[in-house]
């Protein structure tokens, strides 16, 4: 009997502390919420100042960059490192995550944009919930859990900023490793992302969402080699703007050692070449490539290599914001660019780019193939599971974000 009731025990206590990490990750879902909403809000009414008022603004780019660059030296100390920080932590290279790290980033972020830099702006939200969480985790009395809340914390970041709570799960689990996944954290990031995308869509931070019911073609063996292509071309081009950026960052780096005169040299070149390109057209998040592309408006064949590059030399020079919104427009303009290649609806080809280069340029697959479900209908799954399988493959194992072999918990 001693044997048998010790056996329970055994079962029954981590069934009970994942029931509990997913209760307290609840709060910390709303939080993360409130933070993602008021950051977002922020942003789109930035976007839209700069919108109107671009040949005052755009200029000012290398001025704002210095002042993001001098007071991340000046008083950000480890959050500097930004995304770094956050992978660091996750694999046992850094023990904690400031939470000053928070407002460094966010206003960094809001300054980008307000002058023109072309980024994004999941980074941010991923950070806000990963250094919340982790800091909070770092208190509770559970094994790993600083590591198991902050991806508790990166899931609620992404959902509560996109409103894809399914697909934020997903690339929390997945995008710090290769191949494998953390799943002792699967309970707490599935509560805390489903609290903070619905704690941001209650105070108004709305989902992007298109339905591509209406531009599906039906399945043949033609179409299916339409994919396969595409998912080659998806793939290589996500795993390209990996590799440049990572390579133009280390050059940048090397070649003007003083972080205040690199974003300063780097931030007058993006301000004119910018201004050059349509004043502004590849500023910001990319989004007036999406609806472009989606929604029968005009894309040049070369909008998605611009973007990528401007976006590229955004990030190498230290402003901050992400990757993965610009990493959606460069997709659909690539897509929407490609469907007359294959005679394809230009919806279609786009929705299937936006999630493809997205996973080719993060080294992840099953959230690319949730976010298409999640924002384009899931009645799609089956085409984004073919396009995103070969766009994987095809990457050649690159990431925007520094991944290892193996997990360490």
């Known amino acids: 009997m001693k044997n048998t009731a010790e056996k329970i025990k055994s079962l029954v206590k981590p069934i009970g502390l994942q029931l509990l990490a997913g209760l307290i990750a609840l709060p910390i879902g709303v ?38 660059a001098f007071c991340c030296q000046r008083f950000g100390g480890a959050s500097g490192k930004g995304m770094t920080l956050i992978f660091e932590t996750g694999q046992g290279a850094q023990d904690k995550i400031p939470l000053r790290l928070i407002p460094f980033v966010v206003v960094s972020t809001w300054l980008t944009h307000l002058f023109g830099g072309s980024a994004g702006r999941e980074g941010v939200a991923v950070q806000i919930g990963a250094a919340f969480s982790h800091w909070a985790g770092r208190r509770l009395p559970f094994q790993d859990a600083g590591k198991i809340f902050l991806v508790t914390g990166m899931a609620a970041g ?72 595409l998912g080659v071309i998806f793939g290589v081009a996500g795993g390209l703007f990996a590799w440049c950026l990572k390579r133009t960052k280390g050059f940048l780096s090397a070649k003007i050692k003083n972080p205040l005169l690199r974003i300063g040299l780097a931030g007058a070149a993006l301000s004119a070449v ?15 490539l999406i609806q472009a592309s989606l929604n029968g408006g005009t894309v040049y064949p070369w909008d998605w290599a611009l973007k990528s590059i401007l976006t590229i030399v955004t990030l190498s020079a230290g402003f901050q ?7 959606f427009s460069i997709g659909a303009s690539l897509g929407a660019a490609a469907a007359g290649l294959f005679g394809l609806p230009v919806p ?31 009645e799609t799954i089956p085409y984004f599971f073919i396009v995103c399988t070969v766009a994987h493959v095809c990457n050649a194992g690159k990431s925007i974000y520094p991944q290892k072999i193996r997990p360490d918990f």
Do not use: C
Request: charged share 10%.
């Open 274 to 288: 910018l201004l050059l390109f349509y004043q502004g057209r590849y500023s910001g998040l990319g989004t007036n």
């Open 158 to 229: 992404f959902a509560g900023l996109f409103g894809t709570p399914v697909a934020a799960v997903l690339f929390a689990l997945e995008v710090l490793v290769k191949g494998e996944m953390k799943l002792r954290a699967l309970f707490p990031a599935v509560t805390a992302a489903f609290a903070a995308s619905t704690t941001s869509q209650a105070l108004g931070l709305s989902k992007f969402t298109f339905l591509l019911s209406a531009h599906l073609p039906p399945f043949s063996w033609l179409l299916l080699v339409q994919l396969l292509l």
């Open 348 to 378: 279609f080809a786009a929705a299937l780019g936006y999630a493809a280069v997205f996973g080719g340029a993060t080294n992840t697959f099953l959230a690319p193939v949730i976010i298409g479900g999640e924002i384009f209908g899931f």
């Open 321 to 327: 914001g992400g990757e993965v919104t610009p990493l």
């Open 31 to 68: 939080a993360v919420g409130v933070m993602d909403t008021i950051f977002g809000k922020v942003l789109l009414e930035i976007t839209g100042f700069r919108e109107l008022y671009p040949l005052f603004l755009i200029p000012a780019l290398p001025l704002a960059g210095v002042l993001i």
